[in-house]
C-alpha cells in the first residue's frame, strides 16, 4: 500500500456518470464523445502491469501510510473544467493539501483556509442574524454561498468538517463559468477522498488544550484486481481555548465503493453522513477595546471601563447547534478512447440545522450601569436570541466530456457538459415566549432556568431549478501561446413563499392585528438566464514559465445565495432586481522552479461590482446604480526549496471601494468592511535526520473596516495583528508519528472577527496545544 503517495501529480480521472433520469443530457454528451478522433495518447485505457499500477496511482488520492510528507505541491485541479495544469491556469489559485492540513491539525475549512492570504471568517454577522458556519470572506466580498463539494454546490450555513477532504482548492476571480451563480471574488472547491487499489489504514488521536479530543481512521481495502472499499471515520468532542461554554461535538463516516479502477469504465459510489451537536460562539461585548466609546453621552464613564473577560460567555446552557448532514454521490467515468473521457456525477444531498444563538446588542438601553462606581452591578441584555430550523436539500446531474483534437496547426483542449439541478430551502420560524433574563456584564452566567421559545408561524420554502450547459476550449498555437475560452449559459428558476409574524423585528407592521398574528409573507417567481464567459491569453516564454492575461465574467441573482426573497426594496434578495454582475480582469505569471519542485505565481487583478443597490438621496428610493471596486496584488510560493524544506506562503492586497453608491463602512469613507488591506500567511517545514520534522507558520491581517449602521460608540475597526505556529513530528516507528502543534506561540490578544454594529467580536484564539498519534498500518 506504500506506492499510493498521492500528491505532486494530477487528480484528473475521478468523476464520472452514474445512471440516471437524465438521458437526454448523456446521450447528447456520448454523442460529442464519438466525434472526436482518437488521436492522442494522453490517458492509457488500462495498464495491465502492477508496476505500471503503481506509477498511476501516484497520480491518484489515496491512504498515505509512510512517515508524514511535506510537499505541499499539486500540478492539476480536481476538475475536467480545467483542462491545463495550474502552471498554465490563466487565473489565480490556492490549492491547500492534505499533508498541509495534517501538519497544522486544521479540522474545519475555515481553519484549512488560512492558507490562502486574505480569506477568513471576519463577519460576526448583523445583531438579529448571526453569521453560522463557514462565513468565509474573500476580496471584499462574501463568498460562503459558493463552497462546492466535488464541483457540486453545498447547502447549509455549517462549519465543515475537513476529515474526508484529500484537497481544498480556493478559486480566486468570478468563476460563473466554472460553477455558475456565485459570489463575485471566486469559490472553494472540496476534493473527497476516493478509494483506491491497495490495503492499508491510517488514522489519528488528538488532544489538547480546552479539552480538545478528537480522533480519525482512514481504511482503504481492495475487493478484487479492479475494485476497492474506503472507510473514513471521525469522532470529536471539544472545547475552544480560552472561551467558556462554547463547544464541537461531532462524529461523521464516509464509506465509499469503487469499481473498475484502472480499467476503461470506473464506477464512485460516496456516502457522507455527519452530526453536530455545538454550542455556538456568539463573542463578546467590544466594551473596553480600542475605539470604543459610550453609547450614552449621559454615562461617559463607560468609554473608560475595563475590558471584559474574552473567555465570557453571554448565552444559556439553550444554545445549540444541532446539524445533520448526508450526502450520496455516484461518479462514473468512461474512456472512449485515450484522449475521450465521459465525467457524470449524480448528488443527492441534505442538512439539517437547529440552532439557537443568544446573542446581544450594547446598546444604550440594553447596557444598564445601576451603580456607575461598582461595575459588577452593570448588565447587557440578552436582547437577540437568533433562531434557525432548516433543511437545505439538492439534486443534480452534471455530464462532462473531455478531449483533445487538431484542427490543422491548432490544438484544441475540449471540456463541454451539461448541468441540471434542483435546490430546496424550507425554514421553521421560532421565536421566544419568554423575556430572556439579563447577563452580569462581567460575570455572566449561563445557567438560565425558565427559557421558554416555539414556533410562531412562521415559514419559508425556497426552490431553484437550474439547467446550465459549458463549453471550455483551450487552444494551443504553438509551444509558445495558447488562449483559454470558457462560455457557460444557466437558466435558472426560483419559486419562494413564506409566512411571517407581524410586529417581530424586520416583521411588517400589525395595524389593527394583535402582535405576533401570522401574516402572508413573500410570494414570487423569477426565471432568468446567466451567460458567464471567461478569456484568456497566455504566453510562455520557457517552458516552465508562463505570462498571462485573463477577463471573467460572473452573475448573481437575487436569492441566489440563500433560495431566499425579500419584499424589502433595500434587499438584494428582492426577486424585482437585475442580477449582480462581476468582471475580472487579471494579469499574471506563474514559474515552475527547481526541477519542477516549486511553483511561483503572481498576479495584479481587479474585479468590478455592479447592478448594487444604492437609495437615491433625493427621492429615497433604492436603483441598482451602484458599483463596487476590489484590486490588488496577490503573491505565492508552494513546494519544496530542497529535499527535506517545504513551504507553502502567500500575500495579498485588497483596495476593496465603493466606487459609486453609499458608503458601506462605519466611518464613513468609501473602504468596504471586513476585508484586510493587506494579508500575509505561511508555513514552512525541515525534515532532519532520522526523519524528526520541525515546521512553523505565520499569519497577518491587517486593519478592518466593519459595516455601517445606527450603533453609536463602537469600534468602526479592528486592528491588525501577527500570529505564529509551530509544529514538530517525530517517528516513533514505522506504524506510530508522534506530533505536537503550538498555537499562537507568543500569546497574542487579537479581534478575529466582528458584528456589523460593532457590539460583539470573536476573540482570536490564545496560546494553546495540541498532542497527536499519527498511526498506520
Known amino acids: 500500500m506504500a506506492f499510493i503517495n498521492s500528491r505532486k501529480h494530477p487528480i484528473t480521472t475521478r468523476k464520472s456518470s452514474s445512471a440516471s433520469g437524465l438521458a437526454s443530457a448523456a446521450t447528447l454528451l456520448t454523442g460529442l464523445a464519438l466525434a472526436f478522433p482518437a488521436t492522442a495518447t494522453d490517458m492509457p485505457a488500462s495498464i495491465p502491469s502492477s508496476d505500471a499500477q503503481v506509477a498511476n496511482a501516484k497520480n491518484l488520492p489515496g491512504v498515505k501510510v509512510e512517515a508524514a510528507s ?11 473544467k480545467f483542462t491545463q495544469p495550474l502552471l498554465d491556469t490563466t487565473q489565480t489559485v490556492n490549492v491547500i493539501t492534505k499533508e498541509l492540513i495534517q501538519q497544522q491539525g486544521a479540522t474545519t475549512l475555515t481553519e484549512a483556509l488560512r492558507n490562502s492570504p486574505g480569506v477568513g471568517t471576519f463577519f460576526v454577522g448583523e445583531n438579529g442574524a448571526t453569521t453560522t458556519g463557514d462565513g468565509i470572506y474573500m476580496r471584499g466580498f462574501d463568498t460562503s454561498g459558493s463552497i462546492f463539494v466535488d464541483d457540486v454546490r453545498d447547502l447549509g450555513s455549517i462549519s465543515r468538517d475537513i476529515f474526508n477532504i484529500e484537497q481544498v482548492e480556493v478559486t480566486k476571480g468570478p468563476a460563473g463559468t466554472d460553477n455558475g451563480r456565485t459570489a463575485p471574488a471566486g469559490s472553494v472547491n472540496l476534493v473527497s477522498k476516493q478509494p483506491q487499489l491497495g490495503d492499508g489504514v491510517s488514522g489519528s488521536v488528538a488532544y489538547g488544550s480546552g479539552q480538545h479530543k478528537r480522533a480519525t481512521a482512514d481504511w482503504n481495502q481492495t475487493l478484487g484486481n479492479n475494485s476497492a472499499f474506503r472507510l473514513n471515520m471521525m469522532g470529536q468532542d471539544s472545547g475552544v481555548p480560552g472561551r467558556d461554554k462554547v463547544g464541537n461535538d461531532r462524529w461523521g463516516v464516509a464509506p465509499s465503493l469503487a469499481f473498475g479502477l484502472q480499467t476503461p469504465t470506473r464506477v464512485y459510489l460516496d456516502f457522507l453522513h455527519v452530526k453536530q451537536s455545538n454550542v455556538p460562539d456568539g463573542g463578546v461585548p467590544t466594551i473596553g477595546l480600542p475605539g470604543y466609546s459610550s453609547p450614552d453621552p449621559s454615562r461617559r464613564f463607560i468609554t473608560g471601563a475595563s475590558r471584559v473577560d474574552s473567555e465570557n460567555f453571554y448565552g444559556t446552557d439553550s444554545d445549540h447547534d444541532d446539524v445533520q448532514a448526508d450526502m450520496f454521490t455516484a461518479i462514473v467515468e468512461h474512456d472512449f478512447a485515450p484522449n475521450v473521457t465521459l465525467h457524470n456525477t449524480t448528488r443527492w ?3 439539517r440545522q437547529n440552532y ?23 448588565t447587557i441584555a440578552r436582547s437577540n436570541p437568533t433562531f434557525k430550523q432548516q433543511v437545505n436539500r439538492i439534486l443534480t446531474n452534471q455530464a462532462n466530456i473531455t478531449g483533445t483534437i487538431a484542427t490543422g ?4 483542449s475540449l471540456s463541454t457538459g451539461v448541468e441540471l439541478a434542483q435546490e430546496k430551502a424550507g425554514t421553521v420560524g421560532l421565536g421566544v415566549r419568554s423575556p430572556w433574563p439579563a447577563a452580569n456584564l462581567y460575570d455572566p452566567s449561563a445557567d438560565v432556568g425558565g427559557l421558554i421559545y416555539g414556533p410562531t408561524g412562521a415559514h419559508s420554502q425556497g426552490k431553484t431549478n437550474t439547467m446550465a450547459a459549458y463549453l471550455f476550449d483551450t487552444l494551443k498555437f504553438n ?4 488562449v483559454n475560452a470558457g462560455v457557460r449559459l444557466d437558466h435558472y428558476s426560483t419559486d419562494f413563499n413564506s409566512l411571517v409574524v407581524c410586529g417581530a423585528r424586520n416583521g411588517p407592521a400589525c395595524g389593527a392585528l394583535p402582535a405576533g398574528s401570522v401574516l402572508p409573507g413573500v410570494d414570487a417567481s423569477k426565471s432568468g438566464n446567466l451567460p458567464n464567459y471567461k478569456l484568456g491569453v497566455l504566453y510562455k516564454p520557457a517552458a516552465n514559465g508562463s505570462v498571462y ?10 436569492g441566489g445565495n440563500t433560495l431566499t426573497f425579500s419584499a424589502a426594496a433595500n434587499s438584494a434578495d428582492n426577486p424585482n432586481l437585475a442580477p449582480q454582475k462581476a468582471r475580472t480582469i487579471e494579469f499574471g505569471t506563474k514559474w515552475d522552479l527547481l526541477d519542477e519542485k516549486l511553483l511561483l505565481t503572481g498576479a495584479l487583478y481587479r474585479t468590478t461590482v455592479s447592478n ?5 438621496p433625493v427621492d429615497l428610493q433604492y436603483y441598482q446604480v451602484g458599483r463596487k471596486r476590489v484590486q490588488g496584488i496577490e503573491l505565492s510560493a508552494v513546494g519544496k526549496l530542497t529535499d527535506n524544506w517545504a513551504v507553502s506562503a502567500g500575500y495579498t492586497t485588497m483596495d476593496a471601494k465603493v466606487i459609486s453608491g453609499s458608503a458601506v463602512a ?5 473602504d468596504l468592511a471586513y476585508t484586510p488591506k493587506s494579508a500575509f500567511t505561511a508555513w514552512t517545514t525541515w525534515r532532519l535526520p532520522f526523519n524528526l520534522i520541525f515546521g512553523g507558520g505565520a499569519r497577518y491581517a491587517g486593519e478592518m473596516k466593519r459595516g455601517t449602521d445606527s450603533a453609536i460608540g463602537t469600534p468602526s475597526f479592528t486592528e491588525a495583528y501577527w500570529v505564529f505556529d509551530a509544529m514538530a513530528s517525530y517517528p516513533l516507528s514505522k506504524q506510530l508519528d508522534l506530533q505536537l502543534n503550538l498555537y499562537n506561540l507568543f500569546d497574542k490578544d487579537y479581534v478575529s472577527a466582528i458584528n456589523k454594529s460593532g457590539y460583539r467580536y470573536t476573540p482570536g484564539t490564545p496560546r494553546s496545544a495540541m498532542l497527536t498519534v499519527n498511526f498506520r498500518f
Request: net charge negative; glycine share 4%; aromatic share 8%.
Open 70 to 80: 511535506n510537499d505541499y505541491r499539486v500540478d492539476r485541479l480536481s476538475s475536467p
Open 349 to 351: 444531498g441534505r442538512t
Open 356 to 378: 439557537l444563538l443568544t446573542s446581544f446588542m450594547g446598546s444604550a438601553a440594553n447596557l444598564l450601569t445601576p451603580n456607575p462606581a461598582d461595575p459588577s452591578t452593570w
Open 409 to 412: 496547426s491548432v490544438t484544441h
Open 479 to 482: 509551444e509558445q501561446w495558447q
Open 549 to 558: 492575461a485573463n477577463f471573467a465574467v460572473s452573475q448573481e441573482p437575487a
Open 612 to 616: 448594487d443597490l444604492v437609495q437615491d
Open 666 to 670: 462605519n466611518d464613513g469613507s468609501s
